[in-house]
């Protein structure tokens, strides 16, 4: 059975930080392309956004509202994916879902949450208050 368990998500005061956490089982890790999308609490139907991705070579990649804010890393043995979150913002709202795609494909386009990447976790919530 495929999971992917989120954990860390948390109400905080802007200007505050988080570390989210998701560990993958029950599928070929190696190779996989590893990320977290977010929706919005007001977002309309099952609008989602990218937020930032970790591929098999190492390279990461990220939406520009999280540039220079948000850090993706990988840790192979445990299989788990992270995600630093600093100088957290009202907008950064949302609850967010680890996703991974076995092909090591992503898209900085999210159709919605559980469409595009292979699977999906059931997300994890951040509150930021101002």
């Known amino acids: 059975e495929v999971q992917l368990v989120e954990s860390g998500g948390d109400s905080v005061q802007s200007g505050g930080s988080l570390k989210l956490s998701c560990t993958a089982s029950g599928f070929t890790f190696d190779g996989s392309a590893m990320g977290w999308y977010r929706q919005a609490p007001q977002a309309p139907g099952n609008e989602c956004e990218f937020?930032?991705?970790?591929?098999?070579?190492?390279?990461?990649h990220y939406a520009d509202f999280v540039k220079g804010r948000f850090i993706i890393s990988l840790d192979n043995v445990t299989k788990t994916v992270y995600l630093q979150m600093s100088n957290l913002k009202p907008e950064d709202t949302a609850t967010y879902y680890c996703a991974a795609d076995e092909r090591g494909w992503y898209s900085e386009w999210c159709d919605g949450v559980g469409k595009g990447m292979d699977y999906w976790g059931k997300g994890t919530p951040v509150t930021i208050s101002s």
């Open positions: 937020v930032s991705i970790i591929l098999s070579d190492g390279s990461t």
